[in-house]
């Protein structure tokens, strides 16, 4: 697409955009990189605003993220949800206690006044980071997902044959307290019709070498990102210099319900089911070595196909696969 | 006043009547005890409600209050204030890890649509207390302190002369955040009219065998808890069974600023001024044997006068002193 971009625009849902952006940060002066985050997940609890795609990119980045876990800080404690345990308060999401005053300090500038992507941007400061990263909107955009009843639940059903009605849920409802083990029927994007991206966002797609569509979620990661008005458009503008990362590999995904939620929404989980979700959007897909026999069929749906190693087992792995985006 | 009240309420602040209340829980059943608590000293910061009065007679009375500090609780961490700080966030108001599951857990219960008074009943129960503590109201009440101007922002001053207004500001802006170190020329009390005193507090005023104002600061602690339309009538009608507690001992306030307070708002800092103020309401004030000689200055107020040591040096102490205010 380019000979090297000098500005890239990264569409990022958490922990494969997250790694994607390590990357990038090495492949190019970070500065010249804009994170363009999820905040569909994001969620009011104890009265703070937690947006946890945001943090994930930012802590991952800052090399704070805990390695193991995935998410949240490393050398983390836990005092807080000890006793908020005490209380039998709400403690299926864990906040550690250093976690914890990221949400303090964004909620108390949001009280203040402050748009989420000004808070964001001062705590990506405090973090030291030069890459720029935006939560798609300063507006409310919040992801309910319909899952299935639970087994369990169909004695208290209402219908005579003991069918509860399906049940439609926040993300982090259905992903973290749920376990993201419950099938999924709808997925639905709660956002006003006069929502609007936050400032630079659509900037940052329009003028970049290069957009990528990060390795996150197609349907609650980058979904929510697209269904910001505008976004989608400005995207669709930029197609011939837009480049998407599989986050299916082998038909799995590398973490996460990404293959089994795309199945239940009737795509198929593979490349060639990511291929053509993102046809109208990105001219290439970067697929992994692991599906190069489906390089064809991903070109059947108008894409050029890209086959590289996707895997990021490290930093340097992320660099690699950063340089050759950017250099498809 | 009574051969040893049935059932008692004391009239709340922060460590002074925590301290009492140690004491009325070891000098009679626990579950025979109301404390009506102020909450005009309550904070919203960083999206939490907090309600340091409450949470000083809970942790005092459940023994976990920091014995050095006087508030908050003992081997408590300070990961999350240490991370906020980075931040640059709001750190004036001390917020140990575990302390914040308390403001969580409220927090989340009000956002649920619990009243204050629910929220502080089930981490009372949390904390195995028997005793009830009872938030003075459940609706907004916040204590506003004007202060002087700073001497540095003369310059700043808006007259000619240099002079700047003075300042209202919230009571823990003036009490943590300045130190309560700066001169006080009002008080007053945010309250809407229609705000109605908790459920059970003016039951326990009118049915109390024994109705005590506890040894707290008589403007600010106290005064929040009369100004809840409809208290400050019910204990004037309980006025010979009703029982205060000098704050002042030898003139000297023994923890906080109600001895320059009183002055500085043109009351007498002694026992004689805590007279003053509560002869309408109190039918007996306790002084300390330090004061004893001003117990005939007390009674030509309209008092009784009772001299005791009330120094809670330590949980006997607090019974002793409980027991005597009891069996006046």
Redesign the interface.
């Known amino acids: 697409v380019t000979g090297g971009a000098s500005h890239v625009a990264v569409l990022a849902g958490g922990v494969g955009a997250a790694r994607l952006l390590t990357g990038m940060v090495r492949a190019m002066p970070p500065e010249a990189v804009t994170a363009i985050v999820n905040v569909g997940d994001d969620i009011?609890?104890?009265?703070?605003?937690i947006s946890p795609d945001l943090d994930t990119v930012v802590y991952t980045v800052a090399e704070a993220i805990d390695p193991e876990r995935g998410w949240g800080l490393r050398d983390e404690?836990w005092?807080?949800?000890?006793?908020?345990e005490?209380?039998?308060?709400?403690t299926w999401f864990r906040l550690?206690?250093?976690?914890?005053?990221?949400?303090?300090?964004r909620?108390?500038r949001m009280?203040d006044g402050a748009p989420l992507s000004t808070a964001t941007a001062?705590?990506a400061a405090?973090w030291k980071l030069a890459l720029r990263v935006l939560p798609v909107t300063d507006d409310r955009l919040r992801t309910r997902v319909t899952i299935a009843p639970e087994p369990h639940s169909a004695a208290n059903g209402s219908g005579p044959g003991g069918f509860s009605a399906p049940d439609e849920v926040s993300f982090q409802e259905y992903f973290v307290h749920r376990q993201h083990s419950v099938p999924v029927s709808a997925v639905r994007f709660e956002c006003d019709v006069d929502a609007r991206p936050a400032p630079g966002v659509l900037e940052a797609i329009m003028t970049a070498g290069v957009v990528v569509i990060a390795p996150s979620n197609p349907i609650v990661s980058i979904g929510p990102v697209l269904a910001v008005p505008g976004v989608r458009n400005a995207v669709r503008q930029r197609r011939e210099s837009v480049v998407a990362v599989s986050p299916i590999v082998g038909g799995k995904a590398l973490k996460g319900p990404a293959d089994r939620m795309l199945r239940e929404l009737g795509h198929e989980p593979s490349v060639v089911g990511v291929a053509r979700l993102y046809a109208p959007l990105a001219g290439t897909l970067v697929i992994d070595e692991a599906d190069r026999a489906l390089a064809g069929d991903v070109e059947a749906t108008g894409m050029h196909c890209v086959v590289t190693d996707t895997i990021m087992r490290d930093a340097e792995a992320a660099k690699a696969l950063a340089h050759h985006v950017l250099h498809v």
């Open positions: 009011e609890l104890h009265g703070l605003h404690t005092q807080a949800m000890a006793s908020l005490r209380y039998g308060g709400t550690g206690d250093q976690d914890l005053a990221t949400h303090l300090f909620t108390q009280a001062e705590i405090a």
